[in-house]
Protein backbone atom coordinates (compact mmCIF):
# COMPACT_ATOMS: atom_id res chain seq x y z
CA UNK A 1 0.00 0.00 0.00
CA UNK A 2 1.60 3.29 -0.50
CA UNK A 3 2.56 5.40 1.91
CA UNK A 4 0.68 9.41 1.96
CA UNK A 5 3.19 11.58 2.52
CA UNK A 6 2.93 13.69 5.87
CA UNK A 7 4.41 16.80 7.21
CA UNK A 8 5.61 15.28 10.66
CA UNK A 9 6.82 17.29 13.64
CA UNK A 10 9.14 15.91 16.00
CA UNK A 11 9.85 17.72 19.39
CA UNK A 12 12.87 16.64 21.40
CA UNK A 13 14.74 17.28 24.98
CA UNK A 14 17.47 15.58 23.70
CA UNK A 15 19.74 16.04 19.95
CA UNK A 16 19.99 13.12 17.78
CA UNK A 17 23.42 13.42 17.06
CA UNK A 18 25.97 12.37 18.05
CA UNK A 19 25.32 8.93 18.85
CA UNK A 20 26.17 9.44 22.69
CA UNK A 21 22.76 7.64 23.81
CA UNK A 22 20.43 4.59 23.66
CA UNK A 23 17.25 7.65 23.68
CA UNK A 24 19.79 9.53 20.86
CA UNK A 25 19.98 6.27 18.85
CA UNK A 26 16.54 5.96 18.80
CA UNK A 27 15.62 9.38 17.43
CA UNK A 28 17.89 9.17 14.54
CA UNK A 29 16.69 5.51 13.37
CA UNK A 30 13.22 6.72 13.76
CA UNK A 31 13.76 9.85 12.11
CA UNK A 32 15.79 7.60 9.37
CA UNK A 33 12.84 5.38 9.36
CA UNK A 34 9.70 7.96 8.42
CA UNK A 35 12.15 10.19 6.34
CA UNK A 36 12.63 7.03 4.04
CA UNK A 37 8.78 6.04 4.27
CA UNK A 38 8.50 9.42 1.99
CA UNK A 39 7.14 11.60 5.12
CA UNK A 40 8.70 15.49 5.48
CA UNK A 41 10.11 15.62 8.75
CA UNK A 42 10.51 19.14 10.93
CA UNK A 43 12.46 18.79 14.52
CA UNK A 44 12.33 21.03 17.20
CA UNK A 45 15.41 20.39 19.80
CA UNK A 46 14.67 21.84 22.95
CA UNK A 47 18.11 22.14 23.47
CA UNK A 48 19.63 21.42 26.98
CA UNK A 49 23.42 19.78 25.86
CA UNK A 50 25.79 19.92 23.21
CA UNK A 51 24.61 18.80 19.97
CA UNK A 52 26.15 18.24 16.26
CA UNK A 53 24.09 20.88 14.72
CA UNK A 54 25.90 20.69 11.11
CA UNK A 55 24.73 16.84 11.10
CA UNK A 56 21.19 17.44 12.33
CA UNK A 57 20.51 20.37 9.71
CA UNK A 58 21.64 18.14 6.99
CA UNK A 59 19.94 14.75 7.68
CA UNK A 60 16.87 17.14 7.98
CA UNK A 61 17.33 19.66 5.32
CA UNK A 62 17.55 22.57 7.20
CA UNK A 63 14.11 21.64 8.77
CA UNK A 64 15.29 22.25 12.17
CA UNK A 65 14.47 24.69 14.99
CA UNK A 66 16.36 25.31 18.26
CA UNK A 67 15.18 26.80 21.23
CA UNK A 68 17.18 26.62 24.44
CA UNK A 69 16.49 26.18 27.55
CA UNK A 70 17.13 25.59 30.92
CA UNK A 71 15.58 21.70 32.74
CA UNK A 72 14.99 23.01 36.12
CA UNK A 73 14.54 19.67 37.46
CA UNK A 74 17.04 17.79 35.86
CA UNK A 75 19.18 16.02 37.88
CA UNK A 76 22.49 14.43 36.63
CA UNK A 77 24.85 12.93 38.89
CA UNK A 78 28.62 14.14 38.11
CA UNK A 79 31.50 11.68 39.03
CA UNK A 80 32.93 11.64 42.80
CA UNK A 81 30.86 14.47 43.44
CA UNK A 82 29.83 14.63 47.02
CA UNK A 83 27.74 17.69 45.95
CA UNK A 84 25.10 16.36 43.81
CA UNK A 85 25.30 12.92 45.67
CA UNK A 86 23.69 15.44 48.82
CA UNK A 87 21.66 17.43 46.13
CA UNK A 88 20.29 14.07 45.35
CA UNK A 89 19.51 12.90 48.89
CA UNK A 90 17.39 16.63 49.49
CA UNK A 91 15.71 16.71 46.30
CA UNK A 92 13.14 13.98 46.95
CA UNK A 93 10.36 16.35 46.44
CA UNK A 94 11.70 17.41 43.03
CA UNK A 95 11.11 13.49 42.25
CA UNK A 96 7.62 14.51 41.78
CA UNK A 97 7.25 17.98 39.91
CA UNK A 98 4.29 20.15 40.60
CA UNK A 99 3.62 18.38 37.24
CA UNK A 100 5.43 17.32 34.48
CA UNK A 101 4.49 20.43 32.81
CA UNK A 102 7.32 22.36 35.39
CA UNK A 103 10.17 21.02 33.61
CA UNK A 104 10.09 24.01 31.18
CA UNK A 105 8.97 27.52 31.67
CA UNK A 106 5.91 29.12 29.67
CA UNK A 107 8.18 30.72 27.31
CA UNK A 108 9.14 27.58 25.52
CA UNK A 109 5.57 26.15 24.99
CA UNK A 110 4.83 29.57 23.64
CA UNK A 111 7.78 29.38 21.22
CA UNK A 112 6.65 25.66 20.31
CA UNK A 113 3.04 26.99 19.59
CA UNK A 114 4.72 29.40 17.05
CA UNK A 115 6.63 26.91 15.36
CA UNK A 116 3.70 24.98 15.24
CA UNK A 117 1.91 27.33 13.29
CA UNK A 118 4.21 27.72 10.69
CA UNK A 119 5.01 24.28 10.10
CA UNK A 120 1.28 23.32 10.14
CA UNK A 121 1.99 19.36 10.65
CA UNK A 122 -0.15 16.32 9.70
CA UNK A 123 1.25 14.72 12.71
CA UNK A 124 3.19 15.96 16.07
CA UNK A 125 5.22 13.26 17.87
CA UNK A 126 6.51 14.59 21.29
CA UNK A 127 9.35 12.61 22.33
CA UNK A 128 9.02 12.15 26.23
CA UNK A 129 5.69 12.02 28.44
CA UNK A 130 7.36 15.19 30.01
CA UNK A 131 6.95 17.05 26.51
CA UNK A 132 3.08 16.61 26.58
CA UNK A 133 2.25 20.10 26.95
CA UNK A 134 3.58 21.27 23.63
CA UNK A 135 0.29 18.86 21.88
CA UNK A 136 -2.25 21.29 23.27
CA UNK A 137 -1.06 24.05 21.08
CA UNK A 138 -2.03 21.60 18.02
CA UNK A 139 -6.22 21.41 16.92
CA UNK A 140 -7.93 18.29 15.96
CA UNK A 141 -6.89 17.73 12.96
CA UNK A 142 -3.46 17.27 13.53
CA UNK A 143 -2.45 13.90 14.99
CA UNK A 144 -1.16 13.96 18.47
CA UNK A 145 1.60 11.33 19.31
CA UNK A 146 3.86 10.47 22.17
CA UNK A 147 6.67 8.00 21.86
CA UNK A 148 7.23 7.42 25.76
CA UNK A 149 10.63 5.89 25.80
CA UNK A 150 10.48 4.88 28.82
CA UNK A 151 8.03 4.51 31.79
CA UNK A 152 7.74 7.57 34.31
CA UNK A 153 5.00 6.49 36.41
CA UNK A 154 6.70 5.89 40.22
CA UNK A 155 10.22 5.73 38.61
CA UNK A 156 12.08 6.38 41.70
CA UNK A 157 11.10 2.82 43.57
CA UNK A 158 13.47 1.15 41.16
CA UNK A 159 16.31 3.02 42.68
CA UNK A 160 14.80 2.36 46.07
CA UNK A 161 14.15 -1.39 46.07
CA UNK A 162 18.13 -1.63 44.90
CA UNK A 163 18.65 0.93 48.06
CA UNK A 164 19.63 3.34 45.71
CA UNK A 165 19.08 7.09 45.29
CA UNK A 166 16.58 8.13 42.73
CA UNK A 167 18.19 9.60 39.79
CA UNK A 168 16.14 11.76 36.95
CA UNK A 169 12.41 11.83 36.62
CA UNK A 170 9.78 10.34 38.58
CA UNK A 171 6.03 11.17 38.65
CA UNK A 172 2.90 9.93 39.87
CA UNK A 173 1.21 7.85 38.10
CA UNK A 174 -1.59 9.73 37.31
CA UNK A 175 0.91 13.34 36.50
CA UNK A 176 1.79 10.31 34.08
CA UNK A 177 -1.82 9.62 32.68
CA UNK A 178 -2.70 13.03 32.48
CA UNK A 179 0.40 14.05 30.25
CA UNK A 180 -0.29 10.86 27.99
CA UNK A 181 -4.11 11.56 27.51
CA UNK A 182 -3.14 14.66 25.38
CA UNK A 183 -2.14 12.23 22.80
CA UNK A 184 -4.36 10.49 19.78
CA UNK A 185 -1.49 7.67 19.47
CA UNK A 186 0.89 7.00 22.74
CA UNK A 187 3.77 5.03 21.14
CA UNK A 188 5.41 1.91 23.98
CA UNK A 189 8.94 1.10 23.41
CA UNK A 190 8.24 -2.40 24.41
CA UNK A 191 5.70 -4.79 25.09
CA UNK A 192 5.62 -4.62 28.51
CA UNK A 193 5.71 -0.62 28.93
CA UNK A 194 2.82 -0.64 26.49
CA UNK A 195 0.91 -3.37 28.77
CA UNK A 196 1.44 -0.55 31.94
CA UNK A 197 -0.17 2.25 29.76
CA UNK A 198 -2.89 0.16 28.40
CA UNK A 199 -3.96 -0.29 32.27
CA UNK A 200 -3.18 3.18 32.88
CA UNK A 201 -5.23 4.59 29.71
CA UNK A 202 -7.54 1.76 28.47
CA UNK A 203 -9.27 3.82 26.25
CA UNK A 204 -6.41 5.51 24.71
CA UNK A 205 -4.82 3.62 21.74
CA UNK A 206 -1.02 1.95 22.44
CA UNK A 207 1.49 0.82 19.70
CA UNK A 208 4.64 -0.97 20.36
CA UNK A 209 7.56 0.72 18.10
CA UNK A 210 10.83 -0.74 19.89
CA UNK A 211 14.25 0.40 18.65
CA UNK A 212 14.51 0.42 14.97
CA UNK A 213 18.17 -1.22 14.41
CA UNK A 214 20.76 -1.31 12.34
CA UNK A 215 21.30 -4.24 10.22
CA UNK A 216 24.77 -5.53 9.45
CA UNK A 217 25.79 -9.12 8.98
CA UNK A 218 29.61 -8.53 10.61
CA UNK A 219 32.09 -11.45 10.34
CA UNK A 220 32.65 -13.36 13.38
CA UNK A 221 36.37 -12.96 15.02
CA UNK A 222 37.16 -16.37 15.49
CA UNK A 223 40.29 -15.87 17.79
CA UNK A 224 39.35 -12.94 19.72
CA UNK A 225 38.53 -13.22 23.65
CA UNK A 226 37.25 -9.44 23.78
CA UNK A 227 34.08 -8.46 25.05
CA UNK A 228 32.28 -5.52 23.82
CA UNK A 229 30.01 -2.79 26.46
CA UNK A 230 28.44 0.22 24.83
CA UNK A 231 27.31 3.09 26.90
CA UNK A 232 26.20 6.26 27.81
CA UNK A 233 26.99 7.86 31.62
CA UNK A 234 23.42 6.73 32.74
CA UNK A 235 23.55 5.73 36.66
CA UNK A 236 22.77 1.97 35.77
CA UNK A 237 25.22 1.88 33.04
CA UNK A 238 27.71 2.67 35.41
CA UNK A 239 26.12 0.34 38.31
CA UNK A 240 26.11 -2.41 36.28
CA UNK A 241 29.19 -2.17 34.30
CA UNK A 242 30.96 -1.82 38.13
CA UNK A 243 28.97 -5.31 39.01
CA UNK A 244 30.06 -7.21 35.97
CA UNK A 245 33.51 -6.41 36.91
CA UNK A 246 33.95 -7.16 40.65
CA UNK A 247 31.53 -9.81 40.39
CA UNK A 248 31.75 -11.95 37.41
CA UNK A 249 35.31 -10.60 34.99
CA UNK A 250 37.50 -12.55 37.72
CA UNK A 251 36.11 -15.78 37.15
CA UNK A 252 36.69 -15.32 33.10
CA UNK A 253 39.92 -13.75 33.66
CA UNK A 254 40.79 -17.12 35.73
CA UNK A 255 40.14 -19.09 33.00
CA UNK A 256 41.03 -16.92 29.79
CA UNK A 257 43.78 -14.55 31.34
CA UNK A 258 43.96 -13.07 27.92
CA UNK A 259 39.69 -12.04 27.24
CA UNK A 260 39.50 -8.07 27.74
CA UNK A 261 36.51 -6.05 28.19
CA UNK A 262 36.03 -2.87 25.87
CA UNK A 263 34.28 0.33 27.23
CA UNK A 264 32.54 2.52 24.54
CA UNK A 265 30.96 5.75 24.97
CA UNK A 266 31.43 8.02 28.03
CA UNK A 267 30.68 5.61 30.14
CA UNK A 268 34.29 5.38 30.30
CA UNK A 269 34.60 8.34 32.09
CA UNK A 270 33.46 6.66 35.05
CA UNK A 271 35.08 3.74 35.14
CA UNK A 272 38.42 3.30 36.66
CA UNK A 273 41.85 1.97 35.19
CA UNK A 274 42.26 -1.29 35.81
CA UNK A 275 43.88 -4.44 33.95
CA UNK A 276 41.78 -5.99 31.17
CA UNK A 277 39.68 -3.00 30.62
CA UNK A 278 40.04 -1.10 27.31
CA UNK A 279 38.33 2.32 27.12
CA UNK A 280 38.05 3.61 23.86
CA UNK A 281 35.78 6.36 24.93
CA UNK A 282 33.24 8.02 22.39
CA UNK A 283 34.10 6.49 18.29
CA UNK A 284 32.93 8.05 15.35
CA UNK A 285 31.90 4.41 13.82
CA UNK A 286 30.34 1.66 15.78
CA UNK A 287 30.81 -0.93 13.14
CA UNK A 288 34.05 -0.34 13.33
CA UNK A 289 34.41 -0.95 17.24
CA UNK A 290 31.38 -4.25 16.90
CA UNK A 291 34.13 -6.04 14.58
CA UNK A 292 36.46 -5.73 17.03
CA UNK A 293 34.90 -7.87 19.60
CA UNK A 294 33.28 -11.66 19.67
CA UNK A 295 31.42 -11.22 22.55
CA UNK A 296 28.75 -8.08 23.87
CA UNK A 297 27.60 -7.96 27.15
CA UNK A 298 25.07 -6.11 29.20
CA UNK A 299 24.74 -7.13 32.94
CA UNK A 300 22.41 -4.55 33.42
CA UNK A 301 20.77 -4.33 36.92
CA UNK A 302 18.05 -2.35 36.63
CA UNK A 303 15.81 0.19 34.72
CA UNK A 304 13.15 0.16 32.31
CA UNK A 305 12.31 0.76 28.66
CA UNK A 306 13.80 -1.52 26.03
CA UNK A 307 17.85 -2.21 26.58
CA UNK A 308 18.44 -0.26 23.06
CA UNK A 309 22.24 -1.43 23.58
CA UNK A 310 21.03 -5.18 23.28
CA UNK A 311 19.25 -5.38 20.07
CA UNK A 312 21.72 -2.99 18.38
CA UNK A 313 24.21 -6.32 19.44
CA UNK A 314 21.79 -8.66 17.87
CA UNK A 315 21.34 -6.49 14.44
CA UNK A 316 25.08 -6.62 14.09
CA UNK A 317 25.05 -10.62 14.44
CA UNK A 318 27.22 -10.99 17.58
CA UNK A 319 26.60 -13.47 20.74
CA UNK A 320 24.79 -11.56 23.10
CA UNK A 321 25.19 -12.18 27.27
CA UNK A 322 22.52 -9.82 29.26
CA UNK A 323 20.33 -10.18 32.61
CA UNK A 324 16.63 -10.89 32.51
CA UNK A 325 16.22 -7.10 33.13
CA UNK A 326 18.26 -6.51 30.02
CA UNK A 327 15.88 -9.10 28.13
CA UNK A 328 12.36 -7.13 28.73
CA UNK A 329 10.93 -6.53 25.75
CA UNK A 330 12.85 -8.67 23.86
CA UNK A 331 11.75 -12.10 25.60
CA UNK A 332 10.97 -13.79 22.71
CA UNK A 333 14.39 -14.24 21.72
CA UNK A 334 16.08 -14.98 25.45
CA UNK A 335 17.98 -18.15 25.24
CA UNK A 336 17.39 -18.76 21.75
CA UNK A 337 18.66 -15.80 20.21
CA UNK A 338 21.41 -14.45 23.18
CA UNK A 339 21.85 -15.44 26.27
CA UNK A 340 20.66 -14.54 29.78
CA UNK A 341 22.17 -14.72 33.22
CA UNK A 342 21.24 -12.92 36.00
CA UNK A 343 23.61 -14.47 38.62
CA UNK A 344 27.66 -13.92 38.52
CA UNK A 345 28.51 -17.19 38.37
CA UNK A 346 25.78 -18.42 35.40
CA UNK A 347 26.92 -14.86 33.54
CA UNK A 348 30.86 -15.65 33.58
CA UNK A 349 29.83 -19.66 32.58
CA UNK A 350 28.39 -18.35 29.54
CA UNK A 351 30.85 -16.24 28.48
CA UNK A 352 33.24 -18.71 28.92
CA UNK A 353 31.19 -21.22 26.75
CA UNK A 354 31.10 -18.53 24.07
CA UNK A 355 34.95 -17.97 23.85
CA UNK A 356 35.42 -22.03 24.05
CA UNK A 357 32.92 -22.85 21.77
CA UNK A 358 33.59 -21.10 18.78
CA UNK A 359 30.94 -23.42 16.55
CA UNK A 360 27.79 -22.62 19.91
CA UNK A 361 29.05 -18.67 19.10
CA UNK A 362 28.93 -18.66 15.32
CA UNK A 363 25.11 -19.98 15.66
CA UNK A 364 24.01 -18.02 18.58
CA UNK A 365 25.14 -14.92 16.35
CA UNK A 366 23.00 -16.34 13.18
CA UNK A 367 20.13 -16.68 15.29
CA UNK A 368 20.62 -12.94 16.21
CA UNK A 369 20.58 -11.53 13.22
CA UNK A 370 17.37 -13.21 12.37
CA UNK A 371 16.15 -11.89 15.69
CA UNK A 372 17.05 -8.66 14.66
CA UNK A 373 15.64 -8.99 10.94
CA UNK A 374 12.48 -10.20 11.97
CA UNK A 375 12.09 -7.42 15.08
CA UNK A 376 12.80 -4.24 12.84
CA UNK A 377 9.86 -5.64 10.27
CA UNK A 378 7.61 -5.59 13.16
CA UNK A 379 8.53 -2.46 14.61
CA UNK A 380 8.53 -0.77 10.51
CA UNK A 381 4.45 -1.75 10.60
CA UNK A 382 3.67 -0.82 13.78
CA UNK A 383 5.38 2.68 12.93
CA UNK A 384 3.41 2.80 9.98
CA UNK A 385 -0.15 1.85 11.69
CA UNK A 386 0.53 4.56 13.97
CA UNK A 387 1.31 7.21 11.37
CA UNK A 388 -1.28 5.99 8.90
CA UNK A 389 -4.45 6.79 11.59
CA UNK A 390 -3.65 10.70 10.36
Not at 16 to 35: E, Q
Not at 36 to 56: N, P, R, S, V
Not at 203 to 214: A, D, M, Q, R, S
Amino acid sequence: MMTVRKKILLITPFPFYPLTGGNRVRLHNLITAMRDMGHEITCIHLQQEDADQGYMQQLLESRIYTIPVVNSSRNVSCKNSFIDTVRNVLAVKRRYPKNIDTLYDRSVWDKIAEIGRTVNPDVVMAQYVFCSKALESFGSKTLKVIDTHDVFGDRHNIYRTLKLTPIWHSFRKHDEAAGLSRADIVIAIQKNDALYFSNLLPEKKIITVGHLTCLNRLPQKQSSFDMLYVGSRAFFNRYSVQWFLDKVFPKILGNYPQSRLILVGRICQYIKDRPGVIKLGVVPSYEEIYQKASIVINPVRGGTGLKIKNIEALGYAKALVTTSNGALGLEDGAYESFLVADKPGDFSDHVIRLFSDPSFREALSQKAYTFAENWNQTQINNLRLALDVA
